[in-house]
């Protein structure tokens, strides 16, 4: 990953700052900067949004050979979560033996190390999920 | 007026037990657990480092505190393993915290008392009028290679805590007792830390530990009966019980605070966690002296009386977070200290 990129990414990645369209109250995260319902009625007014951080699993899968950069921590799961304001999030559930992990899990955002550029270069830091404590 | 305003701690999930170290190495585990007062200490994730503990730490602080991140107007971070030699842990837990831009950060380092120095730092920002809140936090992953006595110890975690003119619990004075003393150090580039064997007990902890909290009884006309609890630094589970001897406090006013038995040293988190465990149980008018300890060396001492705002504060329950916690075999824990 560019460090440029990284850097542009920072308030969706370590706090899920979103999007909010305020003509039809739509959540986007990724943010995007047109709602893709209003089309041009959004232009400028989309606003920022911060995600609670709560979610669904909606579905998930164990990596067992890890692209570059991820070596080491296999295995692991992604999945795919539902954010309970409604935009879908991919991200790694960490804590959680691949064997408790089902469909339904409620989860919560938390702060982790995503990928260390080299031993030389940037760590690169953000979201990942852990399952909600009751 | 100055008093901490709220806290937060983080301490890593998976623990290690001191007999599975000792397996490993062909030791004793139970005269090495004797020897140590400890039983396991506390192992952070692959994907965890000081500046995701130091984040989790901030964030729980500033929700129990019930802020506005915006207003925390510094923030220092304390630590001997920032993830970085050069690039502030600071910036990214402001970010993380959504204290930005407005603030100034800076991270510290002084092997284990490096949290302390920037509690005393926000003490005095405050009392100057410079900023409305201030954030302190020890945080650490703790390295020791492999073999080495300080393995058994060697545990990872942090606090934060926000410095305010008024809150949960009022910082009457502190006290510092430094000097140049080399009883444990890491060379710059070095993985793991050496240190002076025998040396590390009488001229470096005993000594400033003593004299920083006698300085700060002096201060304050108190003797050691005056306070409900006492905190000390906790490298092991045998200095802090032996520290509070010789200064004339009992087993009594230590326990609730003493955390190195169950999670290891946290390094620069390790006092600071055990005040944090403190304020966990304390009732308004509870007097609390707390005395960190740093190699190289120093030591910082506080004074604190507990206020009514404790009543209607969250309070977080420190031993019940630490209760929540998954076991680790030797080749995982290496795994995750990313030995292997
Ligand atoms: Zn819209």
Redesign the interface.
């Known amino acids: 990953m560019a460090v440029p990129r990284y850097w542009r990414e920072i308030p969706a990645r370590y706090n899920l700052i979103g999007k909010r369209c305020k003509v039809c109250g739509r959540v986007y995260f990724p943010p995007r900067n047109i709602c893709p319902v209003c089309r041009r009625k959004s232009v400028g007014q989309m606003e920022d949004y911060k995600l609670k951080g709560t979610g669904v699993v909606e579905s998930y899968t164990i990596i067992h050979v890890p692209p570059p950069h991820f070596e080491g921590e296999e295995p692991y799961i992604m999945a795919l979560i539902k954010l309970d304001e409604g935009p879908y999030v991919t991200g790694q559930i960490v804590e959680c033996d691949e064997k408790d992990v089902h469909i339904g899990m409620r989860v919560r955002a938390t702060f982790r190390k995503i990928m260390e550029d080299g031993e030389k270069g940037a760590i690169y830091y953000g979201y990942k999920f852990v399952k909600e404590e009751e | 007026m100055v008093a901490i305003v709220g806290y937060g701690a983080y301490v890593p999930?998976y623990r290690i037990k001191v007999e599975e170290i000792a397996r490993m190495w062909g030791d004793d585990p139970a005269s090495i657990s004797r020897g140590l007062g400890i039983y396991e200490k506390s192992v952070p994730?692959?994907?965890?480092?000081t500046?995701?503990i130091a984040?989790?730490a901030a964030?729980r602080a500033v929700k129990s505190a019930g802020i506005d991140a915006g207003e925390i107007g510094a923030i220092y971070v304390g630590s001997e393993s920032h993830?970085?030699a050069v690039k502030p842990t600071a910036t990214?837990v402001a970010?993380?915290i959504?204290a930005t831009p407005y603030l100034t950060a800076a991270d510290y380092e002084f092997a284990c008392k490096a949290g302390t120095a920037g509690i005393q730092n926000c003490m005095a920002l405050i009392k100057a009028g410079m900023i409305k809140y201030g954030m302190a936090i020890g945080a650490d992953v703790a390295q020791a290679a492999p073999g080495d006595a300080l393995e058994y110890t060697a545990a990872a975690g942090g606090v934060a805590y926000i410095i305010g003119k008024d809150g949960i619990a009022t910082i009457n004075e502190t006290a510092s007792f430094t000097t140049d003393t080399p009883d444990f150090w890491r060379r710059e580039g070095q993985p793991y830390p050496g240190h002076g064997e025998r040396f590390t007990g009488e001229p470096a902890y005993y000594r400033h530990i003593t004299n920083a909290a006698n300085l700060l009884m002096e201060k304050m006309g108190t003797k050691p009966s005056d306070y409900d609890y006492a905190v000390f630094h906790q490298p092991n589970g045998k200095f802090p019980r032996r520290v509070a001897k010789m200064l004339g406090f009992s087993d009594e006013q230590i326990k609730h605070g003493l955390l190195c038995p169950i999670i290891g040293n946290t390094y620069s988190g390790s006092a600071m966690l055990g005040l944090a465990a403190t304020l966990d149980i304390a009732k308004p008018g509870d007097r609390i002296i707390m005395v960190s300890f740093g190699s190289g060396a120093g030591s910082d001492a506080f004074d604190i009386t507990v206020t009514d705002a404790i009543e209607s504060y969250p309070r977080q329950n420190i031993r019940k977070m630490i209760e929540?916690k998954?076991y680790v075999d030797y080749g995982l824990y290496m795994?995750y200290r990313?030995e292997i």
């Open positions: 999930r994730a692959i994907d965890e480092d500046a995701t984040v989790e964030r993830p970085y990214i970010e993380a959504g929540k998954q795994k990313g």
